[in-house]
């Protein structure tokens, strides 16, 4: 079983800076790759950005682009993301999920860490 812990969110100013960590856990996780999303109030699940796990592949959401950075450590089997220049529209419950597949079809995901961006 894998288990997927989210940390790092919090209340941050707008303009300000926050890192997210999704450690996992369990002897079966081997992903190709792991993503973020987020979720704000009274909307859907909306994908923020998602890397490989060999790290060659990055792609991000447009929203976030040039402001967000993700990465991973395969030996700490942790993945990041790293939120800069944050707005009240960055405001939600952010998740991380993991992919088995190169498909990125994200096949666990953690309960998610609050971020809120007071403007």
């Known amino acids: 079983q894998v288990q997927l812990v989210e940390s790092g969110g919090g209340l941050v100013q707008a303009g300000g800076s926050l890192r997210l960590s999704c450690a996992a856990s369990g002897r079966s996780f081997s992903p190709y790759g792991m993503g973020w999303f987020r979720q704000a109030p009274g909307k859907g699940r909306e994908f923020v950005a998602r890397?490989?796990?060999?790290?060659?592949?990055?792609f991000y959401a447009e929203s976030v682009k040039g402001r967000f950075t993700i990465s991973r450590d395969a030996a700490k089997n942790t993945a990041y993301l790293q939120m800069n220049s944050l707005n009240a529209e960055d405001t939600g419950v952010y998740y991380c999920?993991?992919?088995?597949?190169?498909?990125?079809?994200?096949?666990?995901w953690g309960q998610g860490t609050q971020v809120t961006v007071s403007s």
């Open positions: 890397i490989s796990w060999s790290g060659a592949d990055v």
């Open positions: 999920a993991a992919s088995r597949s190169r498909y990125f079809t994200y096949d666990y």
